[in-house]
């Protein structure tokens, strides 16, 4: 099951640094999107969904392309606490969930 | 309950037991997965149950893994005769009907074979 493709990083920035993730997606019937953020040795939580007209919470923007089977999460002015691995998740068909292998960011001072 | 809970939270048992892993959903969440992180790897899918319509077991890495799901209810993750590769922490989430929602998930069980 490698529908989801991540780049798994790790990306190393430091604090107030503006960093993207790409996520592409094979299946272009996939109905939902959303970003998860997975803290170490801590279950995966949802960060945000991600609409087909782009999507903004505060400093964490997500975008999605269709046309190209990609979505794209932008962290501005980074934080340490942002440090996490970041999940791209693409929702099938009945709720048939797929999982990238996850994109690690850490934060430096 | 207030969100996905699995128990134990943490096992060790001895190469070659059987263990039983249970999850419980969030009341009223039709779709229930289970996965599989070793340390430092990235989620690996096991099995996922969508109401009543028959799982889909493609994850399961071999036959000594088995899952069942009662309904929308609890569901339990078997692993027969484990072993030292076994180790990992397993994960279950679960999901509303429909694509709209993302999964929560339970704060897994910690499983050490030794």
């Known amino acids: 099951r490698k529908e989801v493709e991540q780049d798994p990083g790790p990306f190393n920035v430091p604090e107030g640094a503006t960093v993207a993730f790409n996520c592409t997606y094979s299946?272009?019937?996939?109905?939902?999107f959303f970003w998860y953020r997975q803290d170490c040795r801590k279950e995966p939580k949802l960060l945000m969904s991600?609409?087909?007209s782009g999507n903004e919470d505060g400093r964490f923007t997500a975008q999605l392309n269709r046309a190209s089977q990609y979505i794209s999460l932008l962290i501005r002015d980074s934080k340490l606490s942002d440090s996490a691995t970041y999940l791209c998740?693409?929702?099938?068909?009945?709720?048939?969930?797929?999982f990238g292998a996850g994109t690690r960011l850490t934060v430096k001072p | 309950g207030a969100g996905v809970s699995q128990s134990p939270s943490n096992k060790v048992t001895e190469k070659g037991k059987d263990v039983e892993l249970r999850c419980d959903p969030i009341?009223?969440?039709?779709?229930l997965y289970w996965y599989r992180q070793r340390l430092g790897q990235g989620l690996e899918f096991l099995i996922y149950?969508?109401?009543?319509?028959?799982?889909?077991k493609s994850g399961l890495p071999s036959d000594r893994f088995s899952a069942e799901r009662t309904g929308e209810s609890v569901s339990t993750l078997t692993i027969q005769r484990t072993q030292q590769e076994d180790s990992a922490v397993y994960l279950c989430?679960?999901?509303?009907?429909?694509?709209?929602?993302?999964?929560?998930f339970g704060s897994g069980t910690r499983l050490t074979v030794v």
């Open positions: 989430a679960s999901s509303p009907a429909g694509t709209a929602y993302g999964y929560t």
């Open positions: 299946n272009s019937a996939s109905q939902s």
């Open positions: 991600v609409y087909s």
């Open positions: 998740v693409v929702n099938e068909y009945n709720n048939d969930m797929r």
């Open positions: 009341s009223g969440h039709t779709a």
């Open positions: 149950f969508q109401g009543n319509s028959a799982p889909d």
